[in-house]
């Protein structure tokens, strides 16, 4: 029941109580003592510490990875990885190149880590299915893969250069698809496009550089009958209604938008809602109390589409 209540409430709908995502990532590293480095390229540490920390914090769903890296590694680019975090990217061959020039090609399921992580989810699901948990499979956003490719200056190219902004992201599209696709493949329940400096733009910019650069990978993810979520991050007051508009069955928002606010406008829309447990200020930080800030999310979010999860 819970991993249905996870899906009723992306897609929208009444549920119970509001089920529990705890967007664990690395923490999941940490969980059972491995190194982040070590953990994120080994698939029998990946499958364990996923499930144990979905059976930690009583998750009604979970992802198999937090790490928006995957694709880029997948397509060659340099990474650093970290002890303690997921890896950053260093190289951005579309700084300076086209697409054709840079040689770049859309990965597969035997580019980078994505056996690593085809394997974990073929040991994590069952494991998560017996604990009634969904799997979410966390795909990079248009925008943040064209940051990856190309650097700032995608910023300044959706503005100043379209045509070029268009060719990166028209490809950034055909990898997003193809990403879904994959986690769908995994057998993934949810398949969420997370898109974190989406926020970053104007809603102009918005339904123009991230909206039809998500269309096919919604379309994939539909095709293939899971559910399907928007991640974004910052404050994306200016771009939210864009958000409740992109053809996913839900979205989730961070600690900085106002939760009344976001109710409002995904019950306008008819789509699901997650956050917003406030990641820096109660639970890094503790200036506020996790309990008070839990039980506040808990009452402005209600049971009509809302899963609580952190921001």
């Known amino acids: 029941m819970a991993k249905q209540m996870l899906i009723d409430a992306i897609r929208g709908k009444r549920t119970p109580r509001a089920p529990w995502v705890p967007y664990a990532g690395v923490h999941s590293a940490f969980v059972i003592n491995e190194p982040a480095d070590k953990f994120l390229r080994d698939p029998q540490l990946l499958a364990k510490g996923v499930v144990e920390t979905a059976k930690k914090y009583k998750a009604d769903g979970i992802p198999l990875v937090f790490d928006l890296s995957v694709e880029a590694e997948a397509m060659g680019l340099e990474l650093k990885y970290w002890k303690d975090n997921v890896p950053s990217v260093q190289s951005h061959p579309l700084a300076d190149k086209t697409v054709a020039e840079a040689g770049l090609k859309v990965p597969g399921p035997n580019d980078?880590?994505?056996?690593?992580?085809?394997e974990a989810a073929r040991i994590a699901k069952p494991?998560?299915?017996?604990?009634?948990?969904a799997l979410m499979g966390l795909a990079i956003g248009p925008l943040t893969l064209g940051s990856h490719l190309a650097g700032v200056r995608i910023f300044t190219d959706v503005v100043k250069n379209k045509e070029r902004a268009h060719q990166v992201l028209r490809f950034c599209a055909d990898v997003v698809e193809k990403s879904a696709e994959m986690y769908c493949d995994m057998g993934c329940d949810i398949i969420a496009i997370v898109d974190p400096v989406a926020s970053q733009i104007k809603k102009e910019t918005f339904k123009e550089f991230v909206h039809p650069y998500c269309q096919a990978a919604i379309a994939t993810i539909h095709r293939k009958g899971k559910t399907s979520s928007f991640f974004?991050?910052?404050?994306?007051?200016?771009?939210?209604?864009?958000?409740?508009?992109?053809?996913?069955?839900?979205?989730?928002i961070d600690e900085q938008l106002n939760m009344n606010f976001v109710r409002d406008l995904a019950l306008k829309y008819k789509v699901g809602f997650g956050g917003n447990l406030k990641l820096t200020l109660a639970l890094s930080l503790g200036i506020l109390s996790p309990r008070e800030d839990a039980i506040v999310s808990l009452a402005a979010g209600g049971t009509q589409g809302y899963v609580f999860a952190p921001g």
Request: with cysteine; proline share 3%; glycine share 12%.
């Open 232 to 252: 974004i991050c910052g404050d994306a007051t200016k771009v939210l209604e864009a958000v409740c508009q992109i053809g996913t069955h839900g979205f989730a």
């Open 112 to 118: 980078g880590r994505y056996p690593v992580l085809f």
């Open 127 to 133: 494991q998560l299915d017996e604990i009634d948990c």
